[in-house]
C-alpha cells in the first residue's frame, strides 16, 4: 500500500524532473538561438554592413540576424545575444560610397543623374525595375533610402499642387477685399463714424497680417 509520503515523494520528483527538463531545454534553446534565424528575421550577409552592435569593453560587432521593420528601422542581434536579449534597433539609411573606378579614375557624380532620379519618381512599371535592381544589389539602406526619396517627392508634389490652389483663392479673395474697400471709400465708411477716430488702437492694427514677397508668393507677417 502506498503511502502519501511516497506519493508526495513521487510529485516532488516529477516535479524536480519537469524543472530539469526545462532548464535543459532553455539551455538548448540559448546555444541554438543564433544558430538558426529568430522568428522573422534574417542572416545580415552583407544586407546591412554598418550596422553594428556595442558589445563589451566599448567595442562593438555586426549584426547577425537583422529584420525589417515598418517604421523605417531595422532590428538586428549580435551572434553573442541570446533568448533574453532585447534587440537592437537602428535607423535604415544608405551609406555613403567614396569609392571610384580606379581603372578610368571616375569620381562620383555630386549630383543625381536624370535617368535615376526619373526611375525614381517616374511612372510605377519604371520604378519597379528600379527596385528590383536594387533587391539584387542587397543593400537594404540603399533600397529603403530610394523608396523614401519618392515618398518624400510624391508629398512634395502634393504640396505644391496645395499651395498653388490657396494662391488662387488667395488671389481671389484680395481682388474682392481691394473691390470691397473701394465701395467703402466711395460711400465715405470713415466720415460717417468720424466721432471713433480718437480710439486708441494698436499700430500693427494698420498692418496686413499677410506680406506679400517680391515674387507674388506670400508669407505670414
Known amino acids: 500500500m502506498i503511502t502519501n509520503q511516497e506519493t508526495d515523494t513521487a510529485i516532488q520528483y516529477q516535479r524536480f524532473n519537469d524543472q530539469i527538463r526545462g532548464l535543459q531545454e532553455r539551455i538548448l534553446q540559448y546555444k541554438e538561438t543564433f544558430e538558426r534565424a529568430p522568428e522573422g528575421y534574417t542572416l545580415n550577409n552583407g544586407h546591412i554592413p554598418h550596422f553594428c552592435i556595442p558589445c563589451n569593453n ?34 535604415l539609411y544608405a551609406m555613403p560610397d567614396d569609392q571610384y573606378d580606379e581603372d578610368t579614375n571616375a569620381m562620383p557624380a555630386d549630383s543625381l543623374l536624370p535617368w535615376f532620379r526619373f526611375l525614381m519618381v517616374g511612372p510605377t512599371i519604371d520604378f519597379t525595375l528600379l527596385h528590383n535592381a536594387l533587391v539584387d544589389h542587397d543593400d537594404w539602406g540603399l533600397t529603403r533610402e530610394v523608396h523614401r526619396y519618392r515618398d518624400l517627392n510624391t508629398e512634395y508634389t502634393d504640396i505644391c499642387v496645395e499651395l498653388e490652389q490657396l494662391q488662387v483663392r488667395l488671389d ?17 465708411a470713415a466720415n460717417k463714424v468720424e466721432k471713433l477716430s480718437n480710439i486708441l488702437h494698436k499700430p500693427q492694427a494698420n498692418c496686413s497680417g499677410w506680406k506679400r514677397k517680391s515674387h507674388g508668393r506670400g508669407r505670414p507677417f
Do not use: F, M
Not at 61 to 76: E, F, M, Q, R, Y
Not at 172 to 188: D, G, K, T, V
Open 172 to 188: 481671389a479673395i484680395s481682388q474682392l477685399r481691394a473691390s470691397c474697400e473701394s465701395c467703402l471709400i466711395l460711400a465715405q
Open 58 to 91: 566599448g567595442l562593438s560587432c555586426p549584426a547577425k540576424w537583422i529584420k525589417l521593420n515598418d517604421d523605417s528601422t531595422v532590428s538586428g542581434y549580435a551572434n553573442t545575444d541570446g533568448p533574453s536579449s532585447a534587440p537592437h534597433i537602428i535607423d
